[in-house]
Nanobody, 116 residues
């Protein structure tokens, strides 16, 4: 099994930046890729970005050019650098890991609030 813990959320003004962290523990070698999702109040959870085990990256159109996903294997951590934040980015951000031979796992989420 893999456990994911997110951190780094908070309150920021529009135009500001935050960096979210997702730290994995457990059977880390089973992770195929890690994604960030977000869910705003009353909205469906939406995909934000993905980084694969080979470091390929993909982004939702809504965050492309503003958000960057990266990883530090030594720290078993995936980051989401969020720049030029907009009020529409306000949501709970979740880390998600697709695993080999086991069900995928989610973190508990971290709140990001962008004020206008």
């Amino acid at each position: 099994q893999v456990q994911l813990v997110e951190s780094g959320g908070g309150l920021v003004q529009a135009g500001g930046s935050l960096r979210l962290s997702c730290t994995a523990s457990g059977a880390i070698s089973s992770i195929e890729y890690v994604s960030w999702y977000r869910q705003a109040p009353g909205e469906k959870r939406e995909w934000v970005a993905t980084i694969t085990s080979s470091a390929s990256r993909a982004y939702a159109d809504s965050v492309k050019g503003r958000f960057t996903i990266s990883r530090d294997n030594a720290k078993s951590t995936v980051y989401l650098q969020m720049n030029s934040l907009e009020p529409e980015d306000t949501a709970v951000y979740y880390c998600y890991a697709m695993l080999t031979g086991a069900p995928p796992t989610w973190g508990q989420g971290t709140q990001v609030t962008v004020s206008s």
